[in-house]
């Protein structure tokens, strides 16, 4: 039997007034450092699977700030149902507010199929911090079906819309030379600060960050660095050099 779930977040400068778990989705606050609320998602049970709907809602009022990572990675399994499986992740930040989503991967098992969709609207003086990772296929086997979608709006414009496929029913030439090279684990790393209007309509050169990583500005006070890897602690060292030692936005006045 497929799951429908939806748990919510809503943190303001105050604390946590909602913090609702909801079926696999299991939310907790744990501790933090410096002037951050940290909330971590604990897996209640194996999803998603196929046929479920599960969705994430944040939102991040005025001068708060809120820090999301995860106690594991989510792993996406074929269930019995045969049916696409959806996660739908809802984030909204406010005014002089700051969001840094930090979830672990998102692994592809073998036989699922499973859409994913983020979106992302950021008031004018919001800062972000938001990582995805993706890894095809556990150890030895072959990635399920896996489409991805992240669109990011800013004072209601938009920022970013990006859409990923891989997989066995994903589109031809996905495993290429021109997008994966053979590599089996994928993701960006996106930041957003106001800060970043200093310096101009870019707030940072296009360049390579080594062999399998590029950083590319955006058309906004934004960076994007998007890398592939052969394994998930490859990815997951290039993404973190980056953040630590070029891209930590500071904190909001």
Same mark, same amino acid.
């Given at each position: 039997?497929?799951?429908?779930?939806?748990?919510?977040?809503?943190? /303001?400068?105050d604390?946590?007034?909602?913090?609702?778990?909801?079926?696999?989705?299991?939310?907790?606050?744990?501790?933090?450092?410096?002037?951050?609320?940290?909330?971590?998602?604990?897996?209640?049970m194996?999803?998603?699977?196929?046929?479920d709907?599960?969705?994430?809602? =944040?939102?991040?009022?005025e001068?708060?700030?809120?820090?999301?990572?995860?106690?594991?990675?989510t792993?996406?399994?074929?269930?019995?149902?045969?049916?696409?499986?959806?996660? %739908?992740?809802?984030? /909204?930040?406010? %005014?002089?507010?700051?969001?840094?989503?930090?979830?672990?991967?998102?692994?592809?098992?073998?036989?699922?199929?499973?859409?994913?969709?983020?979106r992302?609207?950021?008031?004018a003086?919001?800062?972000? &911090?938001?990582?995805?990772?993706?890894?095809?296929g556990?150890?030895?086997?072959?990635?399920?079906?896996?489409?991805?979608?992240?669109?990011?709006?800013?004072a209601?414009?938009p920022?970013? #819309?990006?859409?990923?496929?891989? !997989?066995?029913?994903?589109?031809?030439?996905? #495993?290429g030379?021109? &997008?994966?090279?053979?590599?089996?684990?994928?993701?960006?790393?996106? &930041?957003? #600060?106001p800060?970043?209007?200093?310096? $101009?309509e870019?707030?940072?050169?296009?360049?390579?960050? $080594?062999?399998?990583?590029?950083?590319?500005?955006?058309? !906004?006070?934004?960076?994007?660095?998007?890398?592939? =890897?052969?394994?998930?602690?490859g990815l997951r060292? /290039?993404?973190? %050099?980056?953040?630590?030692?070029?891209?930590?936005?500071?904190?909001?006045?």
């Amino acid at each position: 039997m497929s799951v429908h779930a939806t748990a919510r977040i809503v943190a /303001t400068r105050d604390g946590l007034p909602v913090l609702e778990s909801d079926g696999p989705l299991a939310l907790r606050r744990t501790r933090a450092t410096g002037p951050y609320i940290r909330v971590t998602i604990v897996g209640a049970m194996s999803a998603p699977l196929g046929g479920d709907r599960l969705a994430i809602e =944040a939102e991040v009022r005025e001068r708060a700030r809120l820090t999301v990572d995860s106690a594991a990675a989510t792993i996406a399994l074929p269930g019995t149902t045969g049916e696409r499986a959806h996660y %739908d992740v809802r984030l /909204t930040v406010g %005014d002089h507010a700051e969001l840094r989503w930090l979830p672990e991967q998102l692994i592809s098992a073998y036989g699922s199929e499973l859409r994913m969709r983020t979106r992302v609207e950021l008031a004018a003086t919001a800062r972000l &911090v938001l990582r995805e990772e993706q890894v095809l296929g556990r150890y030895g086997e072959q990635p399920g079906t896996l489409a991805t979608r992240l669109t990011v709006h800013r004072a209601g414009r938009p920022l970013l #819309d990006q859409e990923l496929g891989y !997989g066995p029913n994903a589109p031809g030439g996905w #495993d290429g030379g021109a &997008v994966l090279g053979g590599h089996r684990a994928v993701g960006q790393l996106l &930041v957003v #600060d106001p800060a970043f209007e200093d310096f $101009g309509e870019k707030p940072a050169e296009s360049r390579l960050l $080594g062999d399998t990583a590029v950083l590319m500005p955006l058309a !906004g006070p934004a960076v994007l660095v998007t890398a592939v =890897a052969p394994d998930a602690r490859g990815l997951r060292r /290039t993404l973190d %050099d980056v953040l630590h030692e070029v891209l930590e936005p500071q904190p909001p006045n």
